[in-house]
């Protein structure tokens, strides 16, 4: 049976140590890969007892723990910064950089709201004419506006452009000044001279307020009614006009895609969701010491459980005049108690450093400073 080398007391990194070489490129990885061998065996007991492992495991250990490190924080930061970062592009590489925080998936969110009032949005309106005829009051807008721009779906009408015309184009004021002029402006055909030339601005508003409410409450109202793409206008036309009509696609509204890539961009794809969040592997070099502590211990906890898993395979071990029982149990069950404490200290660090528990702690301190300032006696100048 050929005897499996084990720790021999010292180890030599070289790259394609480790499974799967995240960090084998990294300086300070290999540095420290090392130093950490030597650290872990020395605590398990080395040299006094043999520590069965080879330097490989404790490689190994150690990129687990970077890894399991870099994930803990990195799904600290995309919980943190998802609505900051949503449809963005998932070429960026955010890890280890300050996001600044903003209102751009706030506002991607209440685009859809601003489709249906009209401020904004991200859904096409179309735009289309009917002619509107004498005495003729109803029109199929299914039929007549597939004619003018045949959309490929179903269609919801938004606005119908039917209004009564201005006031200003219809009262009268027999005491024109000089029209010729008025003409030359375009002023005309809207209002009288004399409002332009020798009444104030105000006036000139007050008198159209005027009249347009008093059409909107003693005359009939220029109106309509839809009822299933039919459209009625009220009052009945007296004359032919052109009618416009705005309209959207209703497939279009309901399409969840409409943040595609545009064709040509380079970008591979938009933030969705956690699973696309443009967050990478750590560089271990820009951990700092504090991460760099919990990563040693959680690497001393996983090779304690592979050292167990090891010495579990044999109950015991026969010695001359006898036989030793191994310690795979109490390494097991350490290792487990390690492993769940060291990742509840981390996410517990990373709750207290989220946005809204950081502006709790700076109120508080204000106001405990506000406190201590009170109490300071303020000097009093004579002068």
Known sequence: ??????????????????PFGFFDSDAAFQT????????????????????ELQSSNFYTCFEEAISEYSNHVNQFNIQQNML????????????????????G???????????????????????ASISVSTDNQVYDLNALIRNVKAPTGSIEIKKVHHY???????????????????????????????????????????????????DLMRK??????????????????????TLWIEYIVKEERSNPLKYLPLSGSGITGFVSD???????????????????QWVFRYTLALVKEMLGYIRGKYGTIPIPNGETTLNAADLLAAAGTEKQA???????MLDTMTRSKLLEAKRAETEHLNVALNGTPLKIYIG
Request: charged share 15%; hydrophobic share 40%; with cysteine.
């Open 84 to 103: 900051s970062i949503m449809g963005t592009s998932v070429d960026n590489n955010l890890t280890h950089k300050h996001i600044s925080a903003n209102l």
């Open 274 to 292: 956690m699973s696309n969040a443009p967050y990478q592997r750590m560089e271990y070099t820009k951990i700092n010491s504090v991460g760099r």
């Open 220 to 241: 009939s109202a220029y109106s309509f009614e839809l009822i299933n793409n039919k459209l009625r206008i009220y009052p009945i036309p007296t004359n032919d006009f």
């Open 105 to 127: 998936g706030l506002v991607q969110l209440a685009t859809e709201y601003g489709s249906e009032t009209f401020t904004n949005g991200n859904i096409n309106f179309y735009s």
């Open 32 to 51: 420290d890969a090392d130093n950490v061998a030597d650290w872990c065996a020395k605590r398990l007991g080395y040299p006094i007892v043999d520590v």
């Open 164 to 214: 009564s015309p201005p006031a200003s184009a219809r009262f009268y004021d027999p005491y024109l000044g000089n029209q010729a002029m008025l003409d030359t402006f375009g002023f005309g055909a809207y209002s009288t001279g004399v409002s332009f030339m020798l009444m104030p601005m105000y006036a000139d508003m007050l008198r159209i307020q005027a009249i347009e409410f008093n």
């Open 1 to 18: 049976m050929v005897e499996i080398p084990i720790w021999p007391g010292s180890s030599s990194f070289a790259t394609g140590s480790t």
């Open 342 to 348: 060291l990742i509840e200290e981390l996410r517990t």
